[in-house]
């Protein structure tokens, strides 16, 4: 299966900080994919690269196999690339029903006429009602965005990326700085609202709980480069915990076959959390599942990162 | 409990208003209840055009030019000189004006779209001193210091001879402000209209809907020109004459002055300022006729230093709520953020 | 084809004395003072006033010509421009506007609309040649004083801890403040100062650019080509750019007399399309 969004050799430097460092990007259609990484990681500068709002040092983007790497951030959001901000980014001075509407006459490319009225096409007027509805702003949808409370921002933030009927998604942490019972709720308006077959996401963020109710890949990206970028199953089924009296094991051995990701030694035993090669295993191991927080952890290597990652 | 019934529909926001009809009206019978008053009329009109196109450039495009009397001047240098050396028609004079005004838009508006309001500003005041310059040294054909003199038209439509007190050119200034106030009118409450809006507000977010900010900024920047090209067409055809003034630095400060007064962004702030500016002005010159522009910096200062919102104290406010219903009518009270 | 060059420096060191205060106010304030010129013009008509009419020599009257700008800018900043640092860049170009109308009819019925012209001192009048090259000796004496204030400058500017300060309010004027940095004092002295070089300025070029009540619209223009293509975040942009602009504006007006100021204006206009920021500018803000 071809994915729908790809990248080679992706990088990105700013100065003498690389925030993007050689990323092949892969994401299957129709699935949902968990953008994770600590703060600092790369996410947002993963997603703005991807959408058109920073430019690459290197490497290319590909969208359905179109080479899309010199495209303007409108040109890709024609081909279907969407994406909602983190911060939200909405017209201050418009209301709600006045965004979905622009937004749809966009999509339909009708933006640019200029001798009817905003609201002349009626079935405009009344698909913007109706997704203003779908997402709680039924009640707003006439107050002019600057004046609208937050919870209520962030959900006309997505209902305009739906607006455009994307064909793929991309979230940047749309569930940051909200409590974990509003996060619930949002998710779950969101999770509905991306039901469709043949919509492919991509949500970032740096919690990993709420996340895997939402997908079923996982993207790890730290500092700046991609750890993970695989089916959720298949990371947990690839993934084990080896553990064995440090006396005996050889984790070098290990090397050779397998691939190490992280090392607990104590002086008295030794945990390995390793992804399975096709070679032999020491039968001194001892073999154990791996949870997905482990392997995620794993990954992330340092203590502080771990905190910032499971804190929720 | 009904739901879809009672929802306000997009499409109300651009009915036309009471008061808007009002406003028109008004100018329709000032034709016939001041004749004595045509000339300072047709004055008013033109000016109100040359605002309504910066309105579209600085209130809807958000750029801020310091050198829109360009287009002003070079709609009517280019009417003068079609009117001397071509026909002496009007409409055909007034088209090329405006076409000329509008082909230099489009040619200077790559010049806008980058750089912060700073760069805007000068670039847009160099445009209009090169221009100036230009028409300085090219004193052989557009007259230097002195002007173009003798720019004589034939008849409106081949009917309407232009007379001496005005009435004509006051009807003629009046007919064009109208129309093109229209489509500009039109043009706001389009989805374009809203776009620019969108541009303005948060261009990121427009991109993200697919919108090209730098097509559509081109656009209004060309369209504003022609529109003050059209003005400044109208200003050579019914005083018949077209000097250097019409592209010297004031011109630009002026037509600032005037949607300082009337407000930006819903295009009748270029008429209402218009009519006040025109009224404070000719009240200041019969008072102090060399030194008006004292007063003029004065009551600029005055209005910046009291907040724009604040000037004309409660009149404005009521004027606000005034532009609120033309703005469109939105039934939450809320529209101030 | 060095005279030219001479000339040429004469005349940027000159822009760059006069807009030098624009750049720092630019950056420190962002405050776009479109009536930088009229302390400039007050500087030159102070000038002129005393060496015309109360016969007060001419290099008496410059440290003058410096106060009494600089005193005006510590009038006029804490009352008039302070509040405005907030509004919209449309509102504070008005103000300067209307600024510069006032500025020009007061001195205009005050002093009428006729050239003003300021009597130099014997030993500044004329030219010698060096080596083939002719040099004029009012404009060496310039080159000579802004090349030092310049040069005090940027001492100033690196070197002092007023400078330090300076620098850290025009990077980022919450955190200076919040470190103790008394923000408002550095604006009211950088504001003084800055209008009294537009003074000192304006007394030096009444000579060489000439002095009339139009004066700060005449050259606005040019000193927000140099702060645009120099940039404001130090001394030296401002002061290449100046070099550039006065150089330019020389040789354009000797080789091709009948575009004249169309040269700068084409010039000003390609910098700014290729580097918006200014050339000198690091990254964009």
Known sequence: ?312 | MSTASVRPRLVHAARWRPLELAVWLAAVAAYFLLPQHALILNEIAIFALFAVSLDLILGYGGILSLGHAAFFGAGAYAAALFAIHAMDDPLAGLAVGALVAGLLGLATSPLVLRGTDLTRLMVTLGVSLILLELANRFDGITGGADGLQGVVMGPLLGRFEFDLAGRVAYAYSLAVLFVLFLAARRLVHSPFGYGLKAIRDNRLRAQAIGIDPNRWLMAVYTLGGAYAGAAGALLAQTTGFASLDVLEFHRSADVLLVLVIGGTGYLYGGIVGAVVFKLIQDALATATPQYWQFWMGIVLIAIVLAGRERTFGLAREALARLAARLRGGRLSTKDVA | MLTLLFDGVAYGMLLFVLAVGLAVTLGLMNFANLAHGSFAMAGGYLTAVLTNQAGVPFLLCLPLAFLVPALLGALLEPTLYRPLYQRSHLDQVLFSIGLVFVSIAAVDYFFGSQQQFVRLPQALQGRFEVAGVGIGRYRLFIIVLCAVLTAALQWAVVRTRFGSRLRAAVDDRATAAALGIDVNRIFLFTFAFGSGLAGLGGALGAELLGLDPTFPLKFMLYFLIVVAVGGTTGVTGPLAAALILGIADVAGKYYVPELGAFIIYSVMIAVLMLRPHGLFAEAAR
């Open chain 1, 1 to 312: 299966m071809k994915p729908v969004l790809q990248t080679e050799g992706l990088c990105k430097r700013f100065g003498g900080i690389t925030a993007t460092n050689d990323v092949a990007l892969a994401l299957a259609p129709g699935a949902r994919h968990a953008l994770i990484g600590p703060n600092g990681a790369g996410k947002t500068t993963l997603v703005n690269l991807l959408t058109g709002v920073l430019a690459p040092s290197a490497g290319r983007i590909l969208l359905n196999g179109e080479d899309i790497t010199r495209l303007a951030p409108q040109a890709r959001v024609r081909r279907g690339l969407v994406r909602t901000f983190q911060i939200n980014q909405l017209f201050a001075d418009l209301t709600p029903l006045e965004t979905l509407a622009l937004a749809i006459a966009q999509r339909e490319g009708r933006g640019a006429r200029w001798w009817r009225a905003l609201g002349a096409d009626s079935a405009i007027d009344d698909e913007a009602a109706e997704l203003a509805a779908r997402f709680h702003l039924a009640d707003v949808m006439q107050r002019k965005a600057a004046v609208l409370a937050y919870g209520k921002r962030k959900l006309l933030e997505i209902a305009i990326a739906l607006a455009m009927r994307p064909r793929v998604l991309l979230l940047d942490e749309p569930v940051a700085a909200l409590d974990p019972l509003a996060r619930r709720d949002f998710l779950a308006t969101l999770t509905a609202a991306v039901a469709a077959d043949d919509l492919t996401v991509l949500l970032s963020s740096h919690l990993l709980a709420d996340l895997k109710r939402v997908s079923d890949h996982l993207v790890l990206l730290t500092a700046g480069e991609l750890a993970l970028c695989a089916d959720i199953d298949d990371v947990v089924a690839a993934h084990k915990v080896l553990t064995g009296p440090a006396s005996t094991v050889d984790v070098n051995g290990l090397h050779r076959h397998h691939h190490v990701v992280h090392v607990d030694r104590t002086p008295r035993q030794v945990s390995v959390i390793a992804r399975i090669g096709t070679g032999p295993l020491d039968g001194a191991w001892h073999v154990e599942d791996a949870g997905l927080e482990e392997i995620v952890l794993a990954y992330l290597g340092s203590s502080e990162t771990r905190e910032l990652v499971v804190a929720s």
